[in-house]
């Protein structure tokens, strides 16, 4: 089965007080998608920024994630001349674009995302899809 990648929103919506929302982020994370290190930064921040959850806890979620997904995709040159690229032709944030590139190279069909457009189809290969539809 191809693989699933996740985006932060995905993973943030994992602490929501939205249990519809809460209960379909837990879901997909049990499946054990993809991230990249770029997901886990972005929690990271969130947490600390928006939700104000101490350096510890923060720690705490990180390191669980990071050892919950099946693969995490680092960040590198390659993943960043891709995003350039995504940008350019499908006109998405630098941010997201970033996201698109690291699911593309770990060869994900589907990239859960509340941010993008639902079902838009990314190189032929990849689906984005808002989970909360």
């Known amino acids: 089965m191809p693989a699933k990648f996740v985006d932060t929103n995905i993973v943030i919506y994992m602490l929501s007080q939205d249990e519809v929302k809460r209960e ?5 994370l049990s499946c054990n998608p993809v991230m990249s290190i ?5 929690t990271a921040n969130t947490m600390r920024r928006k939700l104000g959850f101490d350096p510890t806890t923060v720690a705490t979620v990180i390191n669980r994630l990071s050892g ?6 680092p960040l590198t040159l390659a993943t960043l001349q891709s995003a350039i690229d995504i940008t350019r032709r499908y006109g998405f944030s630098h941010y997201d674009s970033l996201i698109i590139a690291a699911a593309l190279q770990t060869d ?7 941010d993008m457009q639902h079902n838009q189809v990314i190189d032929d290969r990849l689906t984005i899809i808002n989970p909360f539809l």
Not at 38 to 42: F, G, I, P, R, T
Not at 68 to 73: F, G
């Open 24 to 28: 379909i982020a837990l879901t997909i």
């Open 38 to 42: 770029q997901v886990l930064s972005e």
């Open 68 to 73: 919950s997904c099946s693969y995490l995709q």
């Open 108 to 114: 994900c069909r589907v990239l859960y995302s509340e």
